[in-house]
């Protein structure tokens, strides 16, 4: 028997885990849900998000009117989150000098 953390597993279970990822990463499937475009604003000034279409007509409309009543609450660009830290935000990598981009497949 092996501890990991707070479980503990059978030599069985262990030798038995290489298979279970294998058939876990096969079965996983992006969501197949289309989305629907909500704009919290006016044209004018967009602060846009994104529902699924997988709703009754009166949930889209209570999550609609949520949405609308806390559109304080969403930031959708750095303008809206006064205060933020840009050395928290600002993500760079380093790269060599004279280094060309790789591109690795999708994971």
Known sequence: MVAMGDEE????????FPRLVENSEK????ASEKLE?????????KKELKIGTLVTTGERN???SL?????????CTYADMPGLATDIV???IPLMKGSKPVKQKTR
């Open 37 to 45: 475009v909500i704009n919290l604003e006016n044209e004018q000034e």
């Open 62 to 64: 209570r999550l609609v």
């Open 27 to 30: 079965s996983w499937e992006p």
């Open 67 to 75: 949405l609308h009543k806390y559109a304080d609450v969403f930031a």
């Open 9 to 16: 597993w059978e030599e069985e279970d262990i030798k038995e």
């Open 90 to 92: 600002v993500h760079k």
